[in-house]
């Protein structure tokens, strides 16, 4: 037996519940993991309350990150005692997740366990770390390097938003935080933000074209607030855009694009090939400054996730939010 999240939708209507399952009920797959940590991220919050349409298959285990031992496998690349992390793939929404003890995969899908990290350091990491660097790797293959000017990141107080404003600022990038909670400033400058900018600014319907004041954003909102980050973007700059919290409408107009020359580059984590997965988390081993994973994160167990779900969705959690499957 092994202590679960398990999500189910029947007669008696939508539920999730901390229940004990039998190994027999695992899914098929070629690798089987003992999971020391995963991740409450947006997706699995609306996962666990329903409140979005993520999961595509019941009953389920949520959880779109995980990192832990491998117990038993049959692939190739991994044996009994690897470390391993997992990220996307679906994993949570179709497949069952990491908010679980146990996990049983396909292996295709895990990438080994960055050097020197711990497990609860990956999964302080997560999707939201993992999301954040590619954010930051497109900006550089982009040609945004610190000298072209400040670079704007939304949704700062969220995980990608926490974890891309250290990036930057360890790269010797000039950051400006765009958020909702004006309490949160000394939190954000302590990550590296120079510059606090309420979020109301940007989350309303504005003008076609706006002041240049950004060589580039990392956008984790959407909507207005995309179409306002757009448009005041300095000439020939370049905005990631890997989120959809204020929503999955873009209002905006060509203008910064064909005026401005302004790129938008869209960031997938979900089904990203394993080549940059990797890349990615080793430039998250060499850049990240480890040093402030604890101001970032905070540790739940298990048997909390579902209300912690809720908070999440209210806007009530600051940076990521590690769960120890195991307590």
């Given at each position: 037996?092994?202590?679960?999240?398990?999500i189910q939708k029947d007669a008696e209507g939508y539920r999730a519940q901390h229940t004990a399952l039998e190994e027999s009920q695992l899914p098929e797959g070629d690798v089987r993991v003992q999971v020391d940590y995963s991740?409450?991220?947006?997706?699995?919050?609306?996962?666990?309350?329903?409140?979005?349409?993520?999961?595509?298959?019941?009953?389920?285990?949520?959880?779109?990150?995980?990192?832990?031992?491998?117990?038993?496998?049959?692939?190739?690349?991994?044996?009994?005692?690897?470390?391993?992390?997992?990220?996307g793939w679906g994993v949570g929404e179709k497949y069952w997740g990491g908010l679980a003890q146990k996990a049983q995969l396909k292996g295709d899908w895990l990438i080994p366990l960055p050097e020197g990290f711990s497990t609860h350091e990956a999964m302080a990491l997560g999707t939201a770390g993992y999301t954040a660097m590619l954010c930051v790797l497109a900006l550089e293959q982009q040609g945004i390097t610190p000298d072209k000017g400040p670079v704007l990141v939304t949704g700062a107080n969220g995980g990608v938003g926490s974890v891309a404003i250290s990036l930057l600022h360890t790269a010797g990038y000039q950051v400006a935080a765009s958020t909702g909670r004006p309490q949160e400033a000394d939190y954000l400058r302590s990550l590296g933000a120079s510059e606090i900018i309420d979020r109301a600014t940007l989350s309303e319907p504005g003008k076609p074209l706006q002041k240049e004041r950004w060589a580039a954003a990392i956008d984790t909102v959407g909507s207005h607030t995309l179409?306002?980050?757009?448009?005041?973007?300095?000439?020939?700059?370049?905005?990631?855009?890997?989120?959809?919290?204020?929503g999955m409408d873009f209002p905006a107009t060509?203008?910064?694009?064909?005026?401005?020359?302004?790129?938008?580059?869209?960031?997938?984590?979900?089904?990203?090939?394993?080549?940059?997965?990797i890349e990615a988390w080793k430039r998250l081993a060499q850049d990240l400054d480890r040093s402030q994973l604890s101001q970032i994160t905070h540790t739940i167990g298990l048997t909390e996730a579902i209300s912690s779900a809720q908070q999440l969705l209210a806007g009530q959690v600051r940076g990521r939010v590690v769960v120890d499957v195991n307590r």
């Open positions: 037996m092994f202590n679960a999240i398990l991740t409450l991220n947006y997706k699995d919050a609306l996962a666990i309350t329903g409140k979005g349409p993520v999961v595509r298959e019941f009953p389920i285990v949520p959880g779109i990150d995980l990192a832990g031992t491998v117990e038993s496998s049959q692939h190739p690349e991994f044996k009994a005692g690897d470390r391993v992390v997992l990220n179409a306002n980050v757009c448009a005041s973007i300095a000439y020939g700059g370049v905005v990631a855009a890997c989120g959809l919290a204020q060509v203008a910064p694009f064909i005026l401005r020359g302004v790129r938008l580059i869209g960031i997938d984590s979900v089904m990203r090939p394993k080549a940059d997965r």
